[in-house]
């Protein structure tokens, strides 16, 4: 059975840093893309980033580039979601996410495309 469990999240000052842990189980990154999304009190998830290790490929929500960093530990079977220059719309409480790769490149960042997800960790950045 697919398990993921996110991790790391807590309360931060505007412009400090995060690192977030999805750790998996049951499945291989080279098999599942994973992602990570959030949801804001009153707002609808949203894709924030996500990694398909079969390919190497990324995906990053416009409001997130050049501060957030995902990459995958195969050896520790552990997705993380690196996050600096944090802002107070940040936010959030982050979910990870996966889906299994069937000859599709890249990865979705639509919430509806992933089967399985984790419980969510949350982030407050405060100003």
């Known amino acids: 059975e697919v398990q993921l469990q996110a991790s790391g999240g807590g309360l931060v000052q505007a412009g400090g840093s995060l690192r977030l842990s999805c750790a998996a189980s049951?499945?291989?990154?080279?098999?599942?893309?994973i992602g990570w999304f959030r949801q804001a009190p009153g707002k609808a998830r949203e894709g924030v980033s996500c990694?398909?290790?079969?390919?190497?490929?990324?995906y990053y929500t416009d409001s997130v580039k050049g501060r957030f960093t995902i990459s995958a530990d195969n050896a520790e079977n552990t997705v993380y979601l690196q996050m600096n220059s944090l802002k107070p719309e940040d936010t959030a409480v982050y979910y990870c996410a996966a889906y299994q790769l069937i000859y599709t490149p890249g990865c979705k960042s639509g919430a509806y495309e992933y089967d399985y997800w984790g419980q969510g960790t949350q982030v407050t950045v405060s100003s």
């Open positions: 990694i398909n290790s079969a390919d190497g490929s990324t």
């Open positions: 049951a499945l291989t990154f080279d098999e599942y893309a």
